[in-house]
Each structure stands twice: as structure tokens, then as C-alpha cells.
């Protein structure tokens, strides 16, 4: 018989990534799949980094590398901290990771023993409380009292004698929403003020529409000093469209550094030296994918809302930033589970429910795909809820009636 560890049996895969797995299975059998799931986007890679990634994989030398990353990742990190958030470092503030899944995961590890508390606002990214379960920790959920947003005092009544850290995503999976700069500020300041490290997760930093600003935390803190318990986490994977090269990273304090190091160098080592490679590339070169992206991201943006906002008893706050919505489909269906089953089984349109964002009634639905899957899958979706009226659907060459739909 195989018994496994308490984590072992506890911790549950991916929703997000088994979302993908699921719509490249329908796929390959032949099903017409909408992919409105997804948490990646299509463009390519900066050409500048896969020709640097070809040229040192062509030259053979692909060796081990600093746990913490090549000194020219390292610098790269330090100059665009500089750049985005105005802020001097060394590189011994300084930790590349496989993602910025690692380098969150890896910065929880240094700072969370078990017991430890760690607060975070509903809808949160899907792993926030697995990874603080494989710590051992335990999640404190902030709900908000309507929207998205809680206010700083939720943040306050959610602190108990065990809570070591706060994690916030702006702008935020699933919501899209950034947090107002005066919660960012009041957090840096709450955190300051109760000894608490703030991890911000800024992954989707440059992703912001409409000209919401591209915060700094680094700018309402007291200062960012060996004692400093900011940790900044960023990486390649959304802004660059290179998530499946796997860099991210952290910014913290070198004490924090240097523990998330050693762990680091017994986890993973270094990340790929090939990708560290490529990564360096994407951060020093040149620019315009990102502003081409974000662009193309906003225009997609404002499609998928008319689109929603066109199907009656929908609630849909429109996104600030990142690629995903995340619409409140409460008045069709209050499971979200059910209604995502639902529409993948009956229209071939993935999405991820909202439960597993931490708030029912819900379902996240991406627009990082192309904008022919975003009309389409509001085709489906629209008729799945039999807001338009007609008994059958075309889906993929085939004809669909609304009897052999069952919810
Ligand atoms: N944080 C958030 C909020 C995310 O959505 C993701 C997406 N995977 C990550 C961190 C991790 O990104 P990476 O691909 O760099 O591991
Ligand atoms: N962060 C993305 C998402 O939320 C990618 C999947 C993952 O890493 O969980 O869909």
C-alpha cells in the first residue's frame, strides 16, 4: 500500500494549468475547443532572445550557473528595477528563479514556519494557498465587503499574533483590477508598522490599460534596507510572452536573499542557464513586444467586455489590467464548477471557475487568446445561457440542440 506525506495527499494540482491540459486533450481528438481559460499569451518570444537562447545552445557551453542566477541576469534585474520602479539595488538583492511561481514559493519557505499566518485578498491566484500549505502556513483570506477591492481595514482586522506575511497581485489574476495606489500605500506602511513582510506579486506590472500607472511599492516605504521586508517578485513570463522559458524573480532584503539562495541551491540550483540567457536578452533589448502586446491586449479587452456587457444579467467590471476578466455569472448559475463543466461540455469553451479564485458565482475568462476565439466564445456562451433565443447552435461544423444540453 502507498501512503503518502501529508503534503502529498493534501496539496491539489494546478486548476489553471489542468485547464490547459484539459482543452489540449478535446483538441487532439478532434473537438472544436475555445480556449477562454488560458493564462498565457500567444505572441512570440522578443526575436533578441530566442536568437540568444539558439546561439548558446549552438556553442554547446550549457553549464550550471549561480543558484541565484548569471551575473548579467542578475544586473539585468537590478537596472530594470531601476527603470520601473526607480528603485537602487545591488544584484545581492537579487534571486532568479525557475518562474515566478519559484521565486514566490522559494520566499515563502525563508520566511514561513508552520503555524505562521499568511493574509491575502480574495480573488487570489490559484497557488497563493497551496504554497502556503506546503509551508505549513495557513492562508487568512480577505474578503472584500462588495467588488474586488477590500479595504485596508479587512487587511487590519485579518492581522493575529501569527501572521508573518501579506501577498498582493496588482494588477490581479483573476480580477484584472489594480488595487488604488492609497491601499498599496496604507499596506506598505500597515506592513512597516507590524513587523509583516509584504510580498508584492508584480508579474503583470506592465500590462495596465487606460494609463493606470505602473506602481512602485519601493515609494511608500520608510526605506529598502538589509531590514526591509518588501519582497518584489516580477519575471519574463507574461510581459516578454515567455512563459514557457520559466525566469522570474525576487527583490528583497540580501538576508531574505541569501536564505531563499541556500534554499534554492538544494531545490532547483540555478534556472536554466540557456533561459537565463534568453531572459537577459529580452530585459536588455528592445522594447516594443511589450507595448505591442499590451496594446493588443487593450483592444481585446475592450471587445470582450462589450461582448459580456451585451449578455443581460451578466456583472462585469472591466479589467485595468493583465488579460483576464473575471465576470460574475451569479444570476445564470451559482456553482462556478458547474457552470464551467458546463459550458466546456455543452459549447467547447474552457474557462477556469471562480471558486478556485476564492469567490463563487464567477467564472475567469481570459482574453490573451486571438481575438476570433474571443468573439466565438461569446458566440457559445451567450447561447449556452439561452440569451439568444435560437434552439441550436453550429459549433465547429457540427449542430447542437439546446435539449442535449443538460446543466
Ligand atoms: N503570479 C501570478 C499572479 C500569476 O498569474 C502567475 C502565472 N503563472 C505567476 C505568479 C507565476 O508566473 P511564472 O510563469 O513566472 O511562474
Ligand atoms: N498564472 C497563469 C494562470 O493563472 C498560468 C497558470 C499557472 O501557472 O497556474 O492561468
Request: proline letters at 6%.
Amino acid at each position: 500500500m502507498i501512503t503518502l506525506s501529508r503534503i502529498g495527499q493534501s496539496i491539489h494540482s494546478s486548476p489553471t494549468l489542468k485547464i490547459n491540459e484539459k482543452a489540449a486533450q478535446l483538441r487532439a481528438q478532434g473537438e472544436s475547443v475555445i480556449h477562454l481559460g488560458g493564462g498565457e499569451p500567444k505572441s512570440c518570444a522578443p526575436f533578441g532572445a530566442i536568437v540568444a537562447a539558439s546561439n548558446l545552445l549552438n556553442s554547446g557551453e550549457i553549464r550550471y550557473t549561480p543558484s541565484a542566477g548569471t551575473p548579467a541576469l542578475r544586473k539585468a534585474i537590478v537596472d530594470y528595477t531601476q527603470t520601473f520602479y526607480r528603485q537602487e539595488i545591488t544584484p545581492k538583492n537579487v534571486i532568479a528563479s525557475n518562474g515566478a511561481k519559484q521565486a514566490i514559493m522559494t520566499a515563502l519557505l525563508a520566511i514561513i514556519d508552520p503555524g505562521d499566518e499568511v493574509i491575502f485578498p480574495a480573488p487570489y491566484w490559484v497557488s497563493y494557498p497551496e504554497m502556503v500549505s506546503l509551508c505549513g502556513g495557513v492562508s487568512r483570506v480577505v474578503n472584500p465587503e462588495s467588488g474586488y477591492i477590500p479595504t485596508i481595514k479587512a487587511f487590519e482586522a485579518a492581522i493575529s499574533p501569527k501572521t508573518k506575511a501579506i501577498i498582493l497581485n496588482s494588477p490581479n489574476n483573476p480580477s484584472g483590477l489594480t488595487y488604488p495606489e492609497s491601499l498599496v500605500s496604507d499596506l506598505v506602511q500597515l506592513c512597516e508598522r507590524r513587523d509583516l513582510w509584504l510580498i508584492m506579486d508584480d508579474i503583470y506590472h506592465r500590462l495596465t490599460f487606460d494609463g493606470y500607472p505602473m506602481l512602485s511599492c519601493f515609494d511608500y516605504a520608510q526605506s529598502f534596507d538589509e531590514r526591509s521586508k518588501l519582497v518584489v517578485i516580477n519575471g519574463i513570463s507574461k510581459q516578454y510572452a515567455m512563459t514557457g522559458f520559466r525566469i522570474g524573480w525576487a527583490v528583497a532584503s540580501p538576508v531574505l536573499i541569501q536564505a531563499m539562495n541556500n534554499i534554492q541551491s538544494h531545490f532547483s540550483s540555478g534556472p536554466s542557464a540557456l533561459l537565463q540567457h534568453a531572459a537577459v536578452a529580452a530585459l536588455t533589448g528592445p522594447q516594443s513586444s511589450v507595448e505591442s502586446l499590451r496594446l493588443t491586449l487593450q483592444n481585446q479587452r475592450d471587445v470582450l467586455v462589450d461582448l459580456a456587457r451585451s449578455i443581460p444579467g451578466l456583472k462585469v467590471e472591466k479589467p485595468h489590467g493583465t488579460f483576464y476578466s473575471f465576470i460574475d455569472f451569479s444570476a445564470y448559475e451559482k456553482s462556478s464548477h458547474k457552470l464551467a463543466e458546463y459550458l466546456i461540455n455543452s459549447v467547447r469553451v474552457a474557462t477556469v471557475p471562480g471558486l478556485d479564485f476564492g469567490m463563487e458565482g464567477h467564472l475567469r475568462i481570459s482574453y490573451c487568446g486571438s481575438m476570433k476565439d474571443i468573439v466565438e466564445g461569446f458566440r457559445r456562451i451567450s447561447w449556452a445561457l439561452g440569451a439568444d433565443g435560437s434552439d441550436e447552435i453550429e459549433i465547429g461544423g457540427k449542430r447542437v440542440r439546446r435539449a442535449e444540453c443538460i446543466k
